[in-house]
C-alpha cells in the first residue's frame, strides 16, 4: 500500500470517528434543553412525592432546567415506570422511585429489574405503626391481643402490595404470630389518612411520612417496625416491635427515596446528573429538610446503589415469595437466593 492510500484511508478513519463521537458529545452539551420530568410512582404528600420535590429544587441550581414534579399513580409503580420508559432515554425523564421498584418484578407488576436502571438514593427512615389518637389500641400489645380474637379483623393500611410498608405489615403478623388483613393504598399519604377517617385500625408508614401528623397530634405511635426503639423529639420513646417480636428481623425490607433514570442513558448525561447529585445533597437545605423529616441521608448512586439495591432486591423478593406475598418465585426471573 503507498504512502497515499495510507494517508487516505487514515482520513476516513478520522472521518469516520468524528461522525460517531460528535452526536454523543453534541449531545451531553445540549443537556438539558427543556424542563427535567420527575414522575413519581406515588400519590402527593407521601415519603417518595416529598423527597422529589426536596432534591428536585436543589438540583435545579447546578443542571440549568427546572426540575418538574408530577404523579402517576398507579399499577404499583407500573404507571410511572412506563411512561418514563415510553419517552426517549436522554435524561429529561426520571422515575420518582423508592423501594418499591425493588419488588415490582415479583410482584408481577413490571418487567424490569433493578438492573435495569440508574438509582439515585436520596435518603431513607424507619418504620412506625401508628393509630389515630382516639383508638382502643393504647400499646402494640393491645393490638396484637386483638387480632389474636379477631384474625384478619384488623385492617392495617400501607402503600401498594408488595411495597415495603406491606413487608412490614407481613413482617409483623409473622413475628406476632397473628393474621392481619392488609390494605393497600396508592402511597403512603392515603394509607396515613385512611386511619384518620375511620377506614384503617392502625398505618405502617415511615417515621418521615408520620412526622408531623405526629407533631400535630393526629397520629398515635405504637411502636417502630424494627429492631431498635426511638426517642422522638417532644413526644418520648417509642419502643420497638423486635422487643417483644424479635423476629421482625426477618423481613428484610427498608425504605429509600429518591430517583432513577433509564440505565441505557448516554453516559455524558449520566455525568451531569450525577454531578448535580452530588452537590444536591450537600445542600444545607436539603440536609436541614431531611432531619426535619426524621430521614437519614443515604447520598448513594452509580455502583454504590446498584449494589445495595440489588442486594435489597434478592433479600426482600425472596421474603415475599417465602411468606406467599409475591406471584412469581424470584429464580424463575433471574433473581438469585440471598
Given at each position: 500500500?503507498?504512502?497515499t492510500?495510507?494517508v487516505?484511508l487514515l482520513a476516513?478513519i478520522?472521518?469516520?470517528l468524528?461522525f460517531?463521537l460528535?452526536?454523543?458529545?453534541?449531545?451531553?452539551?445540549?443537556?438539558?434543553?427543556?424542563?427535567i420530568e420527575?414522575n413519581?410512582?406515588?400519590?402527593?404528600?407521601g415519603?417518595?412525592?416529598t423527597?422529589?420535590?426536596l432534591?428536585a429544587?436543589?438540583?435545579?441550581?447546578?443542571?440549568?432546567q427546572?426540575?418538574?414534579?408530577?404523579?402517576r399513580?398507579?399499577?404499583?409503580g407500573?404507571?410511572?415506570?412506563?411512561y418514563?420508559?415510553?419517552?426517549?432515554?436522554?435524561g429529561h425523564?426520571?422515575?420518582?422511585?423508592s423501594?418499591?421498584?425493588?419488588?415490582?418484578?415479583?410482584?408481577?407488576?413490571?418487567?424490569?429489574?433493578?438492573?435495569?436502571?440508574?438509582?439515585?438514593?436520596?435518603?431513607?427512615?424507619?418504620?412506625?405503626i401508628?393509630?389515630?389518637?382516639?383508638s382502643?389500641?393504647k400499646?402494640?400489645d393491645?393490638?396484637?391481643?386483638?387480632a389474636r380474637n379477631?384474625?384478619?379483623?384488623?385492617?392495617?393500611t400501607?402503600?401498594?402490595l408488595?411495597?415495603?410498608?406491606?413487608?412490614?405489615?407481613?413482617?409483623?403478623?409473622?413475628?406476632?404470630?397473628t393474621?392481619?388483613?392488609?390494605?393497600?393504598y396508592?402511597g403512603s399519604a392515603?394509607?396515613?389518612?385512611?386511619?384518620?377517617?375511620?377506614?384503617?385500625?392502625a398505618?405502617?408508614?415511615s417515621?418521615?411520612?408520620?412526622t408531623?401528623?405526629?407533631?400535630?397530634?393526629k397520629?398515635?405511635?405504637?411502636?417502630m417496625?424494627e429492631?431498635a426503639?426511638?426517642?422522638?423529639?417532644?413526644?418520648?420513646?417509642?419502643?420497638?416491635v423486635g422487643?417483644?417480636?424479635?423476629?421482625?428481623a426477618?423481613?428484610?425490607?427498608r425504605?429509600?427515596?429518591g430517583?432513577?433514570?433509564?440505565a441505557?442513558t448516554?453516559?455524558?448525561?449520566?455525568?451531569?446528573?450525577?454531578?448535580?447529585?452530588?452537590?444536591?445533597?450537600?445542600?444545607?437545605?436539603v440536609?436541614?429538610?431531611?432531619?426535619?423529616?426524621?430521614?437519614?441521608l443515604?447520598?448513594a448512586?452509580?455502583?454504590?446503589?446498584?449494589?445495595i439495591l440489588?442486594s435489597?432486591?434478592?433479600?426482600v423478593?425472596?421474603?415475599?415469595?417465602?411468606?406467599?406475598?409475591?406471584?412469581?418465585?424470584?429464580?424463575?426471573?433471574?433473581?438469585?437466593?440471598?
Amino acid at each position: 500500500m503507498t504512502m497515499t492510500k495510507i494517508v487516505v484511508l487514515l482520513a476516513k478513519i478520522l472521518c469516520a470517528l468524528n461522525f460517531t463521537l460528535l452526536p454523543s458529545l453534541t449531545f451531553a452539551q445540549q443537556f438539558p434543553n427543556k424542563p427535567i420530568e420527575i414522575n413519581v410512582w406515588a400519590s402527593a404528600g407521601g415519603g417518595t412525592d416529598t423527597t422529589n420535590r426536596l432534591i428536585a429544587k436543589a438540583m435545579e441550581k447546578d443542571i440549568g432546567q427546572s426540575i418538574l414534579v408530577s404523579n402517576r399513580t398507579g399499577g404499583g409503580g407500573n404507571v410511572a415506570m412506563n411512561y418514563v420508559l415510553s419517552k426517549p432515554h436522554d435524561g429529561h425523564t426520571w422515575l420518582g422511585a423508592s423501594e418499591q421498584m425493588q419488588v415490582v418484578a415479583v410482584m408481577g407488576l413490571h418487567t424490569t429489574k433493578t438492573k435495569d436502571w440508574r438509582w439515585y438514593m436520596v435518603a431513607g427512615a424507619p418504620a412506625v405503626i401508628s393509630v389515630k389518637p382516639e383508638s382502643p389500641y393504647k400499646t402494640l400489645d393491645d393490638l396484637v391481643n386483638a387480632a389474636r380474637n379477631n384474625p384478619g379483623k384488623i385492617n392495617i393500611t400501607h402503600c401498594a402490595l408488595g411495597c415495603v410498608w406491606h413487608a412490614k405489615a407481613i413482617g409483623l403478623a409473622n413475628a406476632s404470630k397473628t393474621k392481619l388483613n392488609y390494605v393497600p393504598y396508592g402511597g403512603s399519604a392515603p394509607a396515613m389518612v385512611a386511619v384518620l377517617s375511620g377506614d384503617g385500625d392502625a398505618v405502617i408508614s415511615s417515621l418521615s411520612e408520620q412526622t408531623e401528623y405526629i407533631k400535630g397530634g393526629k397520629l398515635r405511635p405504637l411502636a417502630m417496625v424494627e429492631t431498635a426503639a426511638l426517642d422522638f423529639p417532644g413526644y418520648g420513646r417509642i419502643p420497638a416491635v423486635g422487643e417483644k417480636y424479635p423476629d421482625i428481623a426477618k423481613m428484610p425490607a427498608r425504605t429509600w427515596l429518591g430517583f432513577a433514570i433509564p440505565a441505557d442513558t448516554p453516559k455524558p448525561v449520566i455525568d451531569k446528573i450525577d454531578s448535580a447529585f452530588v452537590k444536591a445533597i450537600k445542600d444545607p437545605i436539603v440536609l436541614s429538610s431531611l432531619a426535619n423529616m426524621n430521614a437519614s441521608l443515604i447520598g448513594a448512586y452509580g455502583d454504590e446503589s446498584m449494589k445495595i439495591l440489588s442486594s435489597m432486591e434478592s433479600a426482600v423478593s425472596w421474603a415475599l415469595f417465602e411468606v406467599g406475598a409475591a406471584k412469581i418465585s424470584p429464580d424463575s426471573i433471574g433473581i438469585p437466593k440471598p
